[in-house]
């Protein structure tokens, strides 16, 4: 932690970061593209309930890399099918997310599947991910792991991951505890693989600064909730339009584990925070397990209803990052204006939006 603070120290006080991060990641000047043989580094994150197929594709005739999470299809079949049918659509990179945690039950067969259909990449979430990286390497599939804190990122470098997700403060879904500034330049210091920064990023100037910072690509996600091929339905992504950063909060109602949503008039009339009742089940060493398994789906099913609904009962999951979106937009389109702002901007010139 310390050398973070000086890192940030020098960062933001004294405004020497592009110097500084330049300098530190000059062995690291490895990108994205380079890893996955892409045109533009930047990976159109895996969000449940609305990544699918479609938008894959589309991402990758964009240049860009894309992901789904294993847990958007009922049956592990459907998954097979869908990696097939991108496959059949395009030749480029795409990857699978998978929660490797005992909540998910279906975690081994999902990574069985991965591996039969060699998917290009797989990216793990929520555990341990030693047994995938195992059984991804020996079908020559990469594995990049989201991390939040230099603990978790030294011990997924041990076990072989391929890149590190650094998953920030401004993510939207499971946030981590810091921020960019604070997060990269501490793991392009100590770790000596490629690292992906997630969170908060909406434009091409975004993407380039934290390219400077030593990040080697970009994983973003709620930019493109509103996009026309996304899932999801109308009034979800609209409120990606209508709302914006100041409008996002942590809640710990839909499933225990804190999760950003939009701040709407269901989430203000509900609250954010859990119950003295609901707390007191979730620390309840008998009924915990059960409570907490009872919580996941009914908050899994109430997200659910909402993204593809009308409902009063809005619990729309996005990051701060739709900041940025101001009107529903084809992902072809929102990729050409991250790489034209990318290549135009002046990173001494910070822009308003
Ligand atoms: C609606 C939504 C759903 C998400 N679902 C998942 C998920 O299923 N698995 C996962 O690893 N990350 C999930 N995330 C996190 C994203 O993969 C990514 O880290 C995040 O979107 C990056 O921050 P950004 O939204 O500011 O771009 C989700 C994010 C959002 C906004």
Redesign the pocket.
Known sequence: MLLTSVLSFLSIELQIYPYLYTYMSKTKSITLSDILGIEFPVIM??????SDEKMVVEALKAGITGAI?A?NFRKVGDMKNAIRSIKKKSNKPFGI?LIVNKSNHRYKEQLRACCEEKVDFI?T?LGSPEETILRAHERGIKVFC?VTDIKFALKVEKLGADAIIA?NK?????AGNFSYHQLIPELVALCNIPIIS????GSGFGIKEVLNFGACGV?????F?ASAEAPVSEEYKNACVQYGAKDIVMTTKISGTPCTVINTPYVKEVGTSQTKFEKFLTKNKRIKKWFKTLLFIKGMKKLERAAFSSTYQNVW?????IEFIKKIRPISEIVRTLKEEFFNCDLKKKPFN
């Open positions: 994150a895996p969000m449940f309930l609305v999470p847990l997310n990216i979430s989201d998953v401004e993510a939207g879904g499971h997630a969170g908060g990023i994983s973003m996600g709620s930019i909730i999951c996005a990051g701060p990052s």
